[in-house]
């Protein structure tokens, strides 16, 4: 900053300290002096509050009955800071106001509309840890991610990170990693058909692709990364069963089942023989009544037939999600009472959840009643009874 600047704000001190704020405001502003901005915003505000203004953003020497103002004066100050470096398309400098104030929804706006394309490759790292490690719009960080990194830095961040993520992002997620997938695949395969049936009519459908075409895995032969493939069938479980990105999904599998089997790597239980174990999972999702039936009939065989009391419990959980899924409530929750009523992780499976989501307060009631937890028994007894009274009334 120049001299003059000085001498200038040194000539307003006469005039008033308002005048003195005033220019030292519209100085920062010319200079896309931001940050130093939003310090001089709340200058002006603690100038007029008779407080000191050394420490402008600090809320210490701001007496008990003035600071509600002066926190509202705060989150108008981010606001206004936090919208000039969207302007300018400072996405971590505009987050870090943002986030203060919690009004993330605007930067997540913002970052919605880049295109992953024609990210500077300066930008790329920075606008990923804004929006994924930060939280900003994981969607859109994996998003560059996939377009720039490629789909095995995503998928290994993603394996990392999906448990931070709500779901409606996580399921984002996944479908960017099926689609590419499902694509390059579709690719590869596409490209080795043109090879030995030049005739043959094009279709970017995976299903038509390996239709009567078991050449294409002979001799051990794959057509994409197997590690990758494994991962996103397995991410796959975490989409709703109404996506319609599920089909692709078992078309995924339809694929892998066809492999040869050293490149099955097995999955946990109950998904040891992962292919067709997530092929019956999906297909009772989405399928018919009898691809309904089948599927759940192959996870109730596994619990039926599996010894151990820990892996019990792995098939009770998934077949459980699976049954809540298709609306079979009553025989979850039959399975959860059995295998999982011990469990209160709001992060994996919950009981008391599972119970209050399909109305089996009842359910709640007599297994609190067998631990003697009075307290969950009391507040399953009194929750049913609003229940009751709101169907009522």
Known sequence: MSEDAFAELEALQQQSPEAVLERLIETLRVQKN??????????????????????????????????????????????????????????????????????????AEALNKINPRTVPEDKVEELIQVSVYEGANPEKGFEIMLAVNGICNTITVFDQMNAQLNPESRQKVVRLLVDQLYGDLVQSLQYQVQQKVPMAPPTDNLRELMAGRDWMFEAGSYHIDVSHLNSVVRFARLLSGDDPCISKVIELCEYGTRLDEQFQYPGE?????????????????????????????????????????????????????????????????????????????????????????????????????????????????????????????
């Open 34 to 107: 931001y940050h130093r901005l939003f310090d001089a915003l709340l200058m002006k505000e603690k100038q007029s509050m008779g407080v000191e203004l050394l420490q402008p953003t600090s809320f210490e020497n701001v007496g008990e009955d003035q600071k509600k103002e002066f926190e509202l004066a705060y989150v108008d100050a981010a606001r206004e800071v936090g919208r000039l470096f969207l302007a300018e398309n400072l996405y971590p400098d505009a987050w870090l106001y943002f986030q203060t104030i919690q009004e993330p929804e605007l930067v």
């Open 269 to 393: 239980s109950p998904f040891e023989d992962f292919y067709p174990a997530h092929q019956n999972f999906f297909k009772a999702l989405v399928g018919d009544e009898s691809d309904r039936k089948l599927g759940i009939a192959y996870f109730e065989k596994k619990l039926e037939q599996e010894p151990e009391d820990e892996d019990k419990q792995l098939i009770a959980y998934v077949l459980i999600d699976l049954l809540t899924r298709v609306d079979q409530n009553d025989r979850a929750i039959e399975l959860a009472e059995k295998y999982l009523s011990q469990f209160e992780d709001p992060n994996t499976f919950s009981f008391t959840d599972l119970c209050q989501k399909t109305n089996h307060l009842e359910v709640l009631q007599n297994v609190a009643r067998g631990k003697g937890d009075l307290v969950t028994f009391a507040g399953a007894l009194l929750d049913a009874q609003l229940q009751t009274q709101t169907q009522e009334s």
